[in-house]
């Protein structure tokens, strides 16, 4: 029986961060064997990972990484914004974005991924297994120019790259890239507080202009206008609908006095060319996701045996 010893056992929990005591059964379990000892470790860490799966990851970070002409964001939870401090979990929001930056916005791909020796998604269930928390890859965007910037803006950074929102913004342009990478995180900003739905009114989802009209002509109706008159009304409501919801036509926030396609259009000059907006990708943590509301008296009740 091979002898395991405390060198042995550090070695291993340095390369996989695991716990000691954990360290020490999977060197016993394999004889020693280094490598062997650490797929051990790696499957026992699948296993929490799946006995964790179940419960809902709604808090963590949203990560936003741009390279000239490209740029990506992606969105890790975790169970609880405690986790978003540490530095292991940080560092795997970065990493995921560092590398969807290189394979793309698909998260199948990404998660399949390598870094080393360890695919994207063994990496997650590592942390997993580590921190203690279900972890989950939800999303992935990723924008890209043939001539331009890429810019991103994080609010609420925890470190750097990563915080509770994360922008994109893709700007097209022959223009002095330095000039134009200033006007693109400005942008970025406005996107991040002021939650466009679409860059121009074309690129609205027709159900939601559906919607608008109904609303405005139903309004009206009920105070007894006639048809002609609330055909008229309802255009001019959806301009004013347009300028709250499209890129282009709301406010700029850096200069309200502007719009944001006035803002673009006089940029031009010290940027040396025509500037074109050609997406935006908004990320805020956990929109969409169905949090589990807990009854805290209850569950101290249930944890002392008591009903």
Same mark, same amino acid.
């Given at each position: 029986? !091979?002898?395991?010893?405390?060198?042995?056992?550090?070695?291993?929990?340095?390369?996989?961060?695991?716990?000691?005591?954990?360290?020490?059964?999977?060197?016993?379990?394999?004889?020693?064997?280094?490598?062997?000892?650490?797929?051990?470790?790696?499957?026992?860490?699948?296993?929490?990972?799946?006995?964790?799966?179940?419960?809902?990851?709604?808090?963590?970070? %949203?990560?936003?990484?741009?390279?000239?002409?490209?740029?990506?964001?992606?969105?890790?939870?975790?169970?609880?914004?405690?986790?978003?401090?540490?530095?292991?979990?940080?560092?795997?929001?970065?990493?995921?974005?560092?590398?969807?930056?290189?394979?793309?916005?698909?998260?199948?791909? %990404?998660?399949?991924?390598?870094?080393?020796?360890?695919?994207?998604? !063994?990496?997650?269930?590592?942390?997993?297994?580590?921190?203690?928390?279900?972890?989950?890859?939800?999303?992935?965007?990723?924008?890209?120019?043939?001539?331009?910037?890429?810019?991103?803006?994080?609010?609420?950074?925890?470190?750097?790259?990563?915080?509770?929102?994360?922008? %994109?913004?893709?700007?097209?342009?022959?223009?002095?890239?330095?000039?134009?990478?200033?006007?693109?995180?400005?942008? !970025?900003?406005?996107?991040?507080?002021?939650?466009?739905?679409?860059?121009?009114?074309?690129?609205?989802?027709?159900?939601?202009?559906?919607?608008?009209?109904?609303?405005?002509?139903?309004?009206?109706?009920?105070?007894?206008?006639?048809?002609?008159?609330?055909?008229?009304?309802?255009?001019?409501?959806?301009?004013?609908?347009?300028?709250?919801?499209?890129?282009?036509?709301?406010?700029?926030?850096?200069?309200?006095?502007?719009?944001?396609?006035?803002?673009?259009?006089?940029?031009?000059?010290? %940027?040396?060319?025509?500037?074109?907006?050609?997406?935006?990708?908004?990320?805020?943590?956990?929109?969409?996701?169905?949090?589990?509301?807990?009854?805290?008296?209850?569950?101290?009740?249930?944890?002392?045996?008591?009903?």
């Amino acid at each position: 029986m !091979a002898t395991i010893t405390a060198a042995m056992v550090k070695d291993l929990r340095e390369s996989t961060g695991a716990g000691m005591m954990d360290c020490k059964a999977a060197l016993t379990e394999t004889g020693g064997d280094m490598e062997a000892a650490q797929d051990w470790l790696r499957k026992k860490g699948l296993s929490k990972a799946a006995k964790k799966a179940g419960r809902v990851a709604a808090e963590g970070l %949203i990560g936003a990484l741009t390279k000239g002409t490209r740029g990506v964001v992606v969105e890790v939870n975790s169970e609880t914004d405690f986790v978003a401090r540490n530095d292991q979990f940080q560092g795997l929001v970065k990493m995921v974005a560092q590398v969807a930056l290189e394979v793309g916005a698909d998260v199948e791909k %990404i998660k399949a991924a390598k870094v080393g020796a360890v695919t994207v998604e !063994a990496a997650i269930n590592d942390a997993i297994a580590t921190i203690g928390e279900n972890m989950t890859l939800r999303r992935a965007s990723s924008l890209e120019v043939g001539q331009g910037v890429v810019s991103s803006y994080v609010h609420g950074a925890v470190t750097d790259g990563a915080g509770k929102m994360g922008v %994109i913004v893709a700007l097209e342009s022959a223009g002095k890239t330095d000039e134009l990478a200033q006007l693109g995180r400005q942008l !970025a900003m406005h996107v991040a507080a002021a939650n466009p739905l679409a860059l121009e009114p074309a690129g609205l989802d027709p159900t939601l202009v559906r919607r608008e009209k109904d609303v405005l002509a139903d309004k009206y109706r009920q105070q007894g206008k006639p048809e002609n008159v609330i055909e008229k009304i309802v255009e001019s409501g959806l301009k004013t609908y347009y300028k709250e919801v499209c890129l282009l036509e709301q406010a700029f926030i850096h200069d309200t006095g502007k719009s944001v396609a006035q803002a673009v259009k006089e940029a031009e000059g010290r %940027i040396g060319g025509p500037v074109k907006i050609t997406g935006f990708v908004r990320y805020a943590l956990g929109e969409g996701i169905e949090k589990q509301e807990s009854d805290f008296a209850a569950e101290v009740a249930a944890a002392s045996g008591k009903k």
